[in-house]
């Protein structure tokens, strides 16, 4: 048995010219084999040699033969195997953690997710078929990760709000007050020059520098989340829920870091543990992590020069 993902680019990557899917299969070795496949979008009439297919991922749990696998829907972040052990096991795709084990009476040789992930259907060779309520945070995790894949804000449509709350992180809120009066907005970082912003704002030559810098970054950022060169991007740059390189990473009270807006919807949706522990958290609380970001900035910086070079 075997299933592709659902969605177009399951696994976090820049290509330009190409798309990525993952891959589910299982046999008799008792393994969970997920596979990267990349596609090329501009193919007319494609060809097998035209497709990049590597061993991303080994999941290893059951006892028996592996005889289905099956991917939630909208952005397959779980997968189901069930096997001859007379198991079913929910799997976390990206951290290859083996999330919940479903004990069966007899050998399990089907299952498949709703939509929204809330139930998953399971069959069996008695030919009993079971109908499992999934917990809460498969359901919160799988809505927050959809509306994030679809709905991601681009810096064209920040309000003069995102502006100041921008500056705020980066640690430059003492400029909020020129920002507000002069309304600066996403528009306007996009189509004017750095030194006109910094001279609409009345900045010093020490702001104006780390302003103009800043803006370079951001607009930097804003061209590489949307489709830069081919990178192979590390994973501590990827935020656990979006599974995307993160623009805004900030750190949480669990010691993790996940792009701002991502976690601040996983909050919004009533979840107070954390996304990669499922422990209660202590707050909700978080810092933008300066660092990481700089870091992320400079890998980006050194893949564009590498590209320039080839």
């Given at each position: ?68 696998v ?23 795709v ?6 919940y ?38 359901v ?7 509306k ?9 449509e ?83 829920i ?12 669990d010691?993790?870091t996940?792009?701002k ?50």
């Amino acid at each position: 048995s075997c299933d592709m993902s659902q969605n177009l680019e399951p696994i976090p990557n820049i290509v330009v010219d190409a798309q990525s899917y993952l891959l589910a299969t299982c046999g008799n070795d008792s393994l969970v084999k997920l596979w990267r496949i990349t596609v090329p979008k501009q193919s007319e009439s494609l060809q097998l040699d035209e497709l990049e297919i590597k061993l991303w991922r080994s999941l290893q749990g059951h006892g028996g033969n592996v005889l289905s696998v099956k991917f939630s829907q909208v952005v397959s972040e779980f997968v189901c195997s069930t096997a001859t052990d007379r198991q079913a096991r929910i799997w976390s795709v990206y951290s290859a953690d083996c999330l919940y084990v479903l004990d069966h009476d007899s050998i399990v040789i089907s299952c498949s997710f709703n939509s929204d992930c809330s139930l998953l259907a399971t069959g069996c060779l008695d030919k009993t078929l079971y109908l499992w309520k999934l917990p809460l945070q498969m359901v919160f995790q799988t809505a927050v990760a959809s509306k994030i894949h679809c709905r991601s804000k681009t810096l064209a449509e920040w309000t003069t709000s995102d502006v100041i709350k921008w500056l705020k992180d980066i640690g430059m809120k003492d400029i909020t007050k020129n920002v507000r009066n002069t309304s600066l907005d996403g528009k306007k970082l996009l189509t004017l020059s750095e030194e006109i912003i910094c001279a609409g704002l009345d900045l010093d030559d020490e702001k104006t520098d780390k302003m103009i810098n800043e803006i370079k970054w951001l607009k930097k950022s804003e061209t590489q989340m949307e489709g830069p060169q081919s990178l192979h991007i590390p994973d501590e740059y990827l935020c656990p829920i979006t599974h995307e390189i993160m623009r805004e990473p900030v750190t949480c009270s669990d010691g993790f870091t996940y792009e701002k807006h991502a976690i601040a919807e996983w909050f919004m949706s009533g979840k107070l543990t954390s996304p990669m522990t499922n422990e209660v958290l202590s707050n909700t609380d978080y810092v933008y992590n300066l660092d990481l970001r700089n870091t992320i900035h400079k890998f980006l910086d050194s893949g564009e020069s590498n590209d320039a070079e080839d």
